[in-house]
């Protein structure tokens, strides 16, 4: 299968660098995109990491960064275009160090993020970014992508979480700044630069990452609340509360659960009707503060507000996780029943209500379809997703999908929101970045990108087609 | 005073832009350099500002951007070269928007952190950056500088606390991107790329700020330690006993006070004799929670650990205030003793303890010296300050302060330390930045600097000379 150029870089790299393809290195989860690859190195060490880019620079070949595949716009399959070479980190998997004391570990970046979490649960450390495919996601995805997750409103991003990186340069350079340290003013962010870059500017090969104490004493409870405005007021008053306590806040609309009754029947529900809207709340707060009492407190004063109309609270380790899960099992439900858009944006707070309203209003307008909008609420991050109507097909609206695309970003844009809050961009949103980003702020990327890799190696058509 | 090249760029100027120049925008804290300008700008928003840097470009006049004047490391001063162009932000000082339930504010960067600080208050929020020389440093150049502070143990740098930026690219472009959103992974990191720049890759005019909620209740504390490992392990207790609520945790040494009892002696000291090592604590904890009955439990633990030997709980904010005053007057007191050579280094946690002592042995053989070590230890970033024997003069070191620096950052950088933990690069470090940083880091800096500022005029001879 390789061509001339694909057998002349294989004869450069490092001995026992290259692995067989397997179909899970070519597929995405959405399965719209099936890549292609020339050949799969899987390096087992940064300087083999190195020695295949520079094979790659020298034979100006692709090469598309492989974490575990776990990301939803495309960043890690190759649609078109000359064959890349996959480069997989799925051998570069060790927790190289952690120290407690220090809230520090390094990990190399095929670690899953499971394996980092439960490395520094190990410790009595919490590793705080948490997504429902850690079990898969590999750090360095992770870090690449920027994710987000259900903690971001209390921890931040992967960014927040990154003390410094390793990372093998578009020329084949290493660049060594896994630092500890919480302050380091020397110099240009490179390592916030390549986070969220998506393997475009480089190859992250390990990561120094922070940790946290963990929450002496963690609540969870769900709150039935009236809309979304009331949902927001009800944030304000839990801040208030507990400050920067917070640690989830979750939106989580009927139609959700209706989904999953529909196509996850033997998920237990905690409502026999689901409500319109209700949110997930997590609270972390330190010894000597009962979060049960907390929360209710909550709930007396969001009641007595008009926000809130029922809830429940946690009784039980095992009750927290059943609503955690029925709120990680939307997206399972979303993807049976099958979206004909879906939308991963986030807007300033206030304009959240309005814009719910107002997207509703515009779907409606197009034709017969049903919505489900849920996610991060205080981190100004939903996921906005449209269905067909009871008893139509996805492909009924292939004609509608486009415009949906285009109006709903359009009207995020307009709001001061982002198209992609916390996916990144990939191959799938390149035109939208074209087309949304600040022209000052799209040709300054397009500079840096052509100084840091001139010859347009690394992880070629994505972010910036 | 203008040569030709100025009065063909007074020219081009907008009207009304140009002030006479004063004293103070040539000065800076440490009297050490003395600046020189052509020409000085004040714009009055973001537009002149824009057509101020086009001028400039199209001159090929050097920008310094200034902002309130007090960074330690001579950015905002020129010491040669061709006279460039000071661009004053005093004009640009509006608070232009503020969102309490978003806990965000927009400020221009010619608005003092203290102005922001009383936004954010006014508006029941916190703006948790805090310097001693708030009411004079401007935002922007807080950002520029990527400011630390004594909470950037909970709340982080400057970086942390900024959701986005609006900022003229040296090609005089504006770059819109004044986000107010928490999520926002629609391509590279832009923000945190000119945030820490010093004004070498742009000009910040204003931006999306963060605040938060503020803790219910706070309590300060001052605990004498055995040591710097001692003060390490009480940090660790202090993160099991409140997690992230640790706001404050400085580090004090004995002769850091001794200098306060010689050149301030109208402080008031909370010890008769000062101890060798310190801590001064800040917790800032939810509501429900004393603050004062957990620094006593913490006392507790720490006595009973070995660790702390006595201590003074804080009864009122005036004593509180009392507290934080004395440390943050030990510059001062230094200032007037007249330190041979500071410096500004972070460590890893661990390493310090093995650091201050190995350091001390290293200058106790160059020469009869006092060291004054203090700073925030929770974040690992000391203040390590070298002054003459008593009765002896700054100048009698002439000699030995090229020696002292060296061999100080380089201990610093074999730990993995950094040679300019909150100050910047500026002027007064390049040659460091040069010798110390990762080659491939630098070169990957020189390759941005160039590709985003190609005829060098932004803040030129700063960072990268």
Redesign the interface.
Same mark, same amino acid.
């Given at each position: 299968m390789l061509n001339d150029a694909g057998a002349d870089l294989a004869a450069m790299l490092p001995d026992g660098v290259l692995r067989p393809i397997e179909p899970r290195h070519l597929e995405e989860p959405r399965g719209r995109y099936v890549g292609q690859a020339g050949l799969l190195a899987a390096p087992r060490d940064t300087e083999e990491a190195a020695a295949v880019i520079r094979a790659c620079a020298a034979a100006r070949v692709g090469v598309v960064p492989l974490g575990g595949g776990t990301g939803l716009v495309a960043g890690q399959v190759m649609q078109s275009g000359p064959a890349p070479l996959l480069l997989s980190l799925e051998r570069m998997t060790a927790i190289r160090d952690l120290?407690a004391?220090?809230?520090?570990m390094v990990a190399e970046s095929g670690a899953t993020l499971q394996a980092v979490r439960d490395a520094a649960e190990t410790a009595g450390r919490l590793f705080p970014l948490s997504i429902a495919s850690q079990g898969t996601a590999q750090i360095g995805g992770v870090l690449a992508?920027?994710a $987000?997750g259900v903690n +971001?409103?209390r921890y $931040?991003?992967a960014? +927040?979480l990154c003390l410094g990186i390793e990372a093998v340069?578009p020329d084949g /350079?290493?660049? #060594?700044?896994l *630092?500890?340290?919480? *302050?380091?003013? /020397? &110099?240009?962010?490179?390592r916030? %630069?390549l986070?969220?870059?998506e393997g475009t500017?480089g190859l992250i090969t390990a990561a120094s990452l922070r940790m946290?104490?963990?929450?002496?004493a963690r609540g969870v409870a769900l709150m039935v609340v009236e809309d979304p405005a009331a949902a927001?007021?009800l944030l =304000?008053l839990a801040?208030? +509360?507990? &400050?920067?306590?917070v640690s989830a806040f979750e939106l989580i609309s009927g139609q959700g659960l209706l989904f999953q009754q529909e196509m996850l029947p033997h998920l237990r529900q905690p409502f026999a009707t689901p409500p319109d809207w209700m949110v997930l709340i997590e609270i @972390? %707060?330190?010894? @000597?503060?009962d979060p049960d009492a /907390?929360l209710e407190a909550l709930f007396i004063r969001g009641a007595e507000a008009g926000l809130v109309t029922d809830g429940v609270i946690a009784q039980s380790g095992l009750q927290a996780e059943a609503f955690w899960q029925m709120r990680e099992e939307i997206p399972e439900a979303n993807r049976r029943i099958g979206a004909i858009s879906s939308h991963d944006i986030?807007?300033?707070?206030?304009e959240i209500p309005r814009f719910i309203a107002d997207a509703g209003q515009m779907i409606a307008a197009m034709g017969d379809m049903r919505i489900n909008c849920f996610g #991060?609420l @205080?981190? &100004?991050?939903l996921h906005y997703n449209v269905f067909p109507a009871p008893g139509r097909e996805r492909a009924d609206y292939d004609d509608l999908r486009e415009k949906i695309q285009h109006d709903v970003h359009q009207m995020v844009v307009a709001r $001061? =929101?982002?198209?992609?809050?916390? #996916? =990144?961009?990939g191959r799938l *949103?390149t035109a939208?970045?074209a087309r949304?980003?600040?022209?000052?702020?799209?040709?300054?990327?397009r500079?840096? *990108? +052509?100084?840091?890799d001139p010859a347009g190696i690394m992880n070629p058509g994505a972010?910036?087609a």
């Amino acid at each position: 299968m390789l061509n001339d150029a694909g057998a002349d870089l294989a004869a450069m790299l490092p001995d026992g660098v290259l692995r067989p393809i397997e179909p899970r290195h070519l597929e995405e989860p959405r399965g719209r995109y099936v890549g292609q690859a020339g050949l799969l190195a899987a390096p087992r060490d940064t300087e083999e990491a190195a020695a295949v880019i520079r094979a790659c620079a020298a034979a100006r070949v692709g090469v598309v960064p492989l974490g575990g595949g776990t990301g939803l716009v495309a960043g890690q399959v190759m649609q078109s275009g000359p064959a890349p070479l996959l480069l997989s980190l799925e051998r570069m998997t060790a927790i190289r160090d952690l120290w407690a004391q220090e809230n520090v570990m390094v990990a190399e970046s095929g670690a899953t993020l499971q394996a980092v979490r439960d490395a520094a649960e190990t410790a009595g450390r919490l590793f705080p970014l948490s997504i429902a495919s850690q079990g898969t996601a590999q750090i360095g995805g992770v870090l690449a992508a920027n994710a $987000g997750g259900v903690n +971001a409103l209390r921890y $931040g991003t992967a960014r +927040a979480l990154c003390l410094g990186i390793e990372a093998v340069l578009p020329d084949g /350079t290493v660049m #060594h700044d896994l *630092k500890r340290l919480r *302050k380091d003013n /020397t &110099g240009y962010d490179l390592r916030d %630069l390549l986070i969220g870059a998506e393997g475009t500017l480089g190859l992250i090969t390990a990561a120094s990452l922070r940790m946290v104490p963990p929450p002496a004493a963690r609540g969870v409870a769900l709150m039935v609340v009236e809309d979304p405005a009331a949902a927001l007021r009800l944030l =304000g008053l839990a801040g208030e +509360a507990v &400050g920067d306590a917070v640690s989830a806040f979750e939106l989580i609309s009927g139609q959700g659960l209706l989904f999953q009754q529909e196509m996850l029947p033997h998920l237990r529900q905690p409502f026999a009707t689901p409500p319109d809207w209700m949110v997930l709340i997590e609270i @972390g %707060l330190p010894g @000597g503060v009962d979060p049960d009492a /907390t929360l209710e407190a909550l709930f007396i004063r969001g009641a007595e507000a008009g926000l809130v109309t029922d809830g429940v609270i946690a009784q039980s380790g095992l009750q927290a996780e059943a609503f955690w899960q029925m709120r990680e099992e939307i997206p399972e439900a979303n993807r049976r029943i099958g979206a004909i858009s879906s939308h991963d944006i986030a807007l300033p707070l206030s304009e959240i209500p309005r814009f719910i309203a107002d997207a509703g209003q515009m779907i409606a307008a197009m034709g017969d379809m049903r919505i489900n909008c849920f996610g #991060h609420l @205080g981190d &100004g991050n939903l996921h906005y997703n449209v269905f067909p109507a009871p008893g139509r097909e996805r492909a009924d609206y292939d004609d509608l999908r486009e415009k949906i695309q285009h109006d709903v970003h359009q009207m995020v844009v307009a709001r $001061g =929101g982002s198209f992609s809050a916390e #996916h =990144g961009v990939g191959r799938l *949103k390149t035109a939208d970045l074209a087309r949304w980003a600040d022209p000052a702020r799209l040709a300054a990327m397009r500079a840096i *990108k +052509a100084a840091l890799d001139p010859a347009g190696i690394m992880n070629p058509g994505a972010v910036l087609a």
